[in-house]
């Protein structure tokens, strides 16, 4: 467009704003009360708090799906380079505050509602938390979306619209049951259908070769298709107008399928038939761990990967003819390797659909993808057995060994004949039980391979992908993980953040969070000090009683709030946490009566959920509730010390807690979390850290200094060596000891934690639990130490908050767009 007629543009849409939805009191609670009796079809006059929300949810959904147009409108006409995120999972938690917050209308809702007689605060409750993944990997994707719109990128999500979520986790007598989680069973306001945006996913079915151009080639004949369906869920920036998309896709029949079994007459049949298609879309696996050859998530997978790329390729062609323009076009950013098939489908639209050449086709590969790797050991590398890969995608087996031919015939060349090297870097995994490798898949494609934090970095380039890193040293880059200031902050601590702001003289760092280092030449200011601990004791408060309708545990507020919540794995070393809590149990319990009064008194919070077929995290769980149980029941101990286990940790639960702790646990044996992001968003809300120097740890620790937070335990390069050590290896009496008693039944079931405590005994302790434990002491003992001094814990929270800039994924999020995606802002014009 011309600069006059760009200009006219401009103006005419200007002046359409009138008609945009306002946010003064009166036209909301008009909005509300007309979703009440339209869209809810309930009576104005009565109508109960779901109602209300579901009402409020509509009306705050009119508000985004305007500035969702616009955007949308805005990307087209501009045109720029695209980023698309594919990830299989997102832990988006409740839209409601979060969608607010970030319009910028939550006060001027919670007017409205209060002068309809409602709070806002008990309507956010109402709603379920949109859990479509496992853990950190997933809040990563939600955390990262909310920074890709604030920052104005031009940008779109892509996921799977899973029917049941993350299970439901229910404890009964202390163990974990899983019940399903079917979310959308109170409807979802914060999605649109698009029923005319539906694309065609085939599996199965044979490669046949036909004659083209005067030569062979091979085209893929495929046996079943089944239909995807898109949901939208508008995603808000804060402070901007940008609103993007988060796009989901669901699995429906398709008609495709079905002349055949009409014909055969059982019509019965054949439409209960059709209904096995949604299955593919329908759950969630619950495992954050790896998930070896299943059918059913091979087929999510390449049902994801399919129908994004179908309307990537889509959105490509309206507005270009050649896709050597593609990668100008297109960034494709692999969230772990789950939808690297991705990389395989692209090579072959563009080769047995459109025709391109093989080299051309490669080339355009080769310029688009990015992958970021969340793991850190070899065996977690997800695998896919070739036998099933050759019945469900014939032709992407093909197109995967073609690949892997090129590749090999030209490491062949750069390293020479050392199969051994040769074999380890392969794309094919020969064996018994032949598979594909998708880690090795991933970097041989990716122009790009990112860790999740600097040592998680150093160890893919050191161990896991050592042989690519010395092919390709340039691919290798790292980008911390971080996480958004505007859920973990503004939604869930609305007293901090008003503090903050107060005493910053602005708000801006909600959307630049290096700012809050400004509060540094406070941290010793009185005035802050008790502004500072009014908001804490409110926020602890708020948590007390919530473990109270939980678990009927009363807790004392002026006690230690100590934290770990996050999934139950053996190497986040949950049964370090607790063994020590037994300890100190142990210790009161052996203490003179008087001597208890120096016991700084802690309320021990545990919280998590543990894969169904994970026996021995189950067994944790089972320990934690075995052992508050008895805790909890003895005078002798009574206020100086608690136990509590928070069911059904969540999104919505996180926000509820981590605003109320004062220590958290991070204590992964060095070298086994890639990165962690529960620990930033303890840090930014004034919480102090209990860690080992391990994954992000190490990068905090260079932010706010080893003096402000307790430290313990083996260091990464410590670790391989004290393994060496087996059976040799030195472990503390107390250790012994407290182990001894969880295995001679103190707490009961003894016959049940019998493999638990086999897994820490002396040449067995992988996780090296034993050989932490005195250190691990120690940190305690120097909290509880730093507790007595409120002044200086203070001062040491304060600058735990003032220090935790550099971990929002504002920051993460440019450093993508920067040095890895080639993308730039593209700001609505409002
Ligand atoms: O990804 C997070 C990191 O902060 C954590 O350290 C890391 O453990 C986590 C298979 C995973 N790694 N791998 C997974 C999730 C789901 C699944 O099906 C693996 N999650 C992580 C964000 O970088």
């Not at 995967?400 to 060349?413: A, G, Q, R, V």
């Not at 970097?443 to 893919?460: F, Q």
């Not at 004392?556 to 300890?583: C, P, T, W």
């Not at 030195?730 to 493999?755: H, I, T």
């Amino acid at each position: 467009l011309g600069l006059g007629e760009e200009r006219a543009k401009v103006d005419r849409m200007f002046g359409l704003m009138d008609q945009f939805l306002k946010n003064d009191p009166i036209t909301l609670q008009n909005d509300i009360l007309r979703h009440v009796e339209y869209t809810v079809a309930r009576s104005r006059f009565s109508f109960d708090d779901f109602e209300a929300y579901q009402a409020l949810a509509h009306s705050v959904r009119d508000r985004l799906i305007e500035r969702w147009h616009d955007t949308q409108v805005h990307f087209k006409r501009k045109d720029p380079k695209r980023i698309y995120f594919l990830s299989l999972e997102y832990l988006m938690g409740r839209f409601l505050s979060n969608s607010v917050i970030n319009l910028g209308i939550r006060d001027q809702y919670a007017d409205a509602l209060s002068q309809l007689g409602f709070e806002f605060e008990v309507l956010a409750e109402q709603e379920g938390d949109a859990a479509l993944g496992n853990g950190g990997l997933a809040r990563l994707s939600a955390c990262q979306i909310d920074s890709l719109a604030t920052l104005d990128y031009p940008a779109l999500g892509y996921g799977l619209r899973y029917q049941y979520g993350l299970y439901r986790q229910v404890i009964l007598d202390g163990y974990q049951h899983e019940q399903p989680y079917y979310w959308l069973n109170f409807g979802n306001p914060w999605e649109i259908e698009r029923i005319h945006v539906t694309y065609p996913v085939k599996f199965y079915g044979t490669v046949e070769e036909e004659d083209f151009n005067g030569g062979k080639r091979q085209v893929w004949v495929p046996k079943e298709t089944v239909e995807a369906v898109a949901y939208d869920n508008p995603i808000p920036g804060y402070g901007t107008r940008n609103t993007i998309t988060l796009r989901l896709w669901a699995a429906k029949p398709s008609d495709q399928n079905d002349m055949e079994s009409y014909n055969t007459g059982d019509y019965i049949d054949a439409v209960v038939n059709r209904r096995t298609a949604e299955t593919i879309s329908s759950i969630l696996y619950p495992d954050d761990r790896s998930h070896q050859g299943k059918e059913l998530r091979l087929k999510q997978q390449y049902f994801f990967v399919s129908a994004s790329l179908q309307d990537i390729i889509r959105r490509f062609k309206d507005a270009h003819s050649n896709f050597d323009d593609f990668p100008e076009k297109v960034a494709l950013q692999l969230n772990d390797t789950h939808p690297s098939l991705a990389i395989v489908e692209v090579m072959r639209v563009l080769i047995d659909e459109e025709h391109l050449s093989w080299s051309r086709a490669w080339d355009i590969v080769c310029k688009i993808f990015s992958f970021t790797t969340h793991t850190v050991l070899p065996e977690g590398l997800e695998k896919i057995p070739v036998d099933l890969l050759e019945s469900l995608l014939p032709r992407h087996l093909q197109i995967i060994y073609d690949i892997n031919f090129n590749f090999i015939e030209k490491l062949k060349k750069r390293i020479g004949l050392d199969y051994d090297r040769l074999s380890r870097m392969s794309i094919v995994e020969e064996g018994a039980a032949k598979s594909i490798r998708m880690a090795n898949l991933s970097i041989v494609c990716s122009h790009t391979v990112n860790g999740v934090s600097k040592i998680h970095a150093e160890l893919l380039k050191t161990r896991v992908f050592k042989d690519f890193y010395e092919l390709w040293p340039h691919k290798f880059h790292y980008k911390t993980n971080g996480v958004t200031q505007r859920r973990w902050i503004v939604v869930s601590n609305p007293s901090l953040c008003a503090l903050i702001s107060k005493w910053l003289g602005t708000e801006a760092w909600i959307r630049n969070l290096d700012l809050l280092a400004g509060l540094q030449e406070y941290a010793t200011n009185a005035d802050l000090h008790q502004e500072w601990k009014m908001v804490r004791k409110v926020n602890k408060m708020r948590l007390a009683e919530y473990i109270e309708t939980m678990s009927g545990v009363k807790v004392s507020v002026d006690a230690m709030f100590d934290v770990q919540i996050k999934r139950i794995h053996e190497y986040k070393r949950q049964f370090l946490n607790i063994l020590g809590i037994i300890h100190r149990y142990d210790c009161i319990k052996n203490m003179e009566k008087n001597d208890r009064r120096n016991v700084v008194p802690r309320v021990c919070i545990i919280g998590g959920k543990a894969a169904p077929g994970y026996e021995i995290a189950k067994k944790i769980i089972k320990l934690c509730h075995a052992v508050a149980e008895k805790i909890n029941n003895d005078p002798d101990v009574d206020d100086l010390l608690k136990l509590v286990f928070i069911p059904d940790y969540n999104v919505s639960v996180a926000e509820l807690v981590i605003p109320g702790a004062d220590l958290s646990q991070h204590i992964s044996t060095a070298g086994h979390e890639a990165s962690g992001t529960g620990s930033m968003k303890f840090l930014m809300n004034g919480c102090l850290l209990l860690a080992t120097a391990d994954g992000s740890t190490i990068e905090i620790i260079e932010e706010i200094g080893a003096d402000n937070m307790f430290l313990f335990g083996a260091k990464v390069n410590e670790v391989p060596v004290l393994r060496e050590k087996g059976p040799a290896l030195k472990v503390p009496l107390q250790f012994a000891r407290v182990v001894r008693m969880v295995r001679n039944g103190y707490f009961g079931f003894e016959d049940y934690f019998k493999s638990l405590c086999d897994s820490v005994e002396v040449g067995n302790d992988f996780y090296l639990l034993g050989s932490d434990f005195e250190s691990y002491l120690e940190a305690q003992a120097a909290a509880d130490m730093a507790f007595v001094d409120q002044e200086k814990w203070t001062q040491m929270s304060i600058l735990s908050m003032a220090g935790s800039g550099r971990f929002s994924s504002d920051r993460t999020i440019e450093e993508y767009a920067e040095k890895t995606w080639g993308i730039e802002p593209c700001r609505c014009p409002f």
